[in-house]
């Protein structure tokens, strides 16, 4: 069974840019996640969806926005590019995404903002 | 509020040593899960386990252990007999179900180096 892809992998943009992120569950998952993980401020919670729905939402500026299609891929989009938002994105999928379900994480895409 | 503390930044062991990962959670959630993942250089976060918080029977799997106690709000992880390739970056992580759907807190991560 295919696990979690990410794409791109390795990104490179400049500040004030727009980037999108894509994310493909494994095969029956329902539940996308996304993270973002920096040396200062560690694994932090993005967003979730659920059924095309976001279900719960981390504590990001509204830069940051998401979306899940009816095949349960989803995209991560952030608008105006800081320096800050350099970091490693990662998704992560579930298949009902209940509380207590594991999450199986893909292997990230990394983000530079110069 | 939810929080996880991982208090030891970096360990660093020989090979065959056993070493224990500290985890503390807080949460004021009654039922709640929590969380042990691994993280290789490769950066893609590998699930080791998962526990409720009714459930307080340690497990052990091969060489890896876990020690749940509530008491103590802790979720502690053992690694015995230690090999190279156990070198990562260990996160705890814990889920609350009031909160519906995913979203899980991490700690900061412990990093694990097994020296030859």
């Known amino acids: 069974k295919a696990g979690v892809t990410q794409t791109p992998r390795y990104l490179i943009k400049t500040r004030g840019q727009q980037v999108t992120l894509s994310c493909s569950p494994i095969?029956?998952?329902?539940?996308v996640s996304w993270y973002q993980q920096t040396p200062g401020q560690g694994l932090q919670f993005l967003f979730e969806y659920f059924s095309e729905t976001q279900r719960n939402k981390g504590n990001f500026p509204g830069r940051f926005s998401g979306r899940q299609f009816s095949n349960s891929r989803s995209e991560m989009n952030v608008s105006t590019l800081e320096l800050g938002d350099s970091a490693l994105y990662l998704c992560?999928?579930?298949?009902?995404?209940?509380?207590?379900?594991?999450?199986?994480f893909g292997p990230g895409t990394r983000l530079t903002v110069l | 509020a939810q929080k996880v503390t991982q208090a030891q930044t970096e360990i660093s062991v020989v090979e065959k040593e056993d070493v224990t990962l500290d985890c503390v959670y807080e949460?004021?959630?009654?039922?709640?899960?929590l969380f042990w993942y691994k993280q290789p250089p490769s950066g893609e976060l590998v699930f080791l386990i998962r526990?409720?918080?009714?459930?307080?029977q340690n497990e052990i799997s091969g060489r890896y252990s876990w020690n749940f106690q509530k008491s103590t709000s802790s979720f502690n992880f053992t690694i015995t007999a230690s090999q190279v390739v156990d070198s990562a970056v260990y996160f705890c992580a814990l889920s609350e179900a009031r909160n519906y759907g995913q979203n899980f807190v991490f700690g900061p991560g412990t990093r694990l180096s097994v020296l030859p």
């Open positions: 949460t004021r959630d009654t039922t709640y899960y």
């Open positions: 992560a999928s579930s298949r009902t995404g209940t509380s207590g379900n594991e999450q199986f």
């Open positions: 526990r409720n918080s009714f459930d307080e």
């Open positions: 095969s029956g998952h329902r539940s």
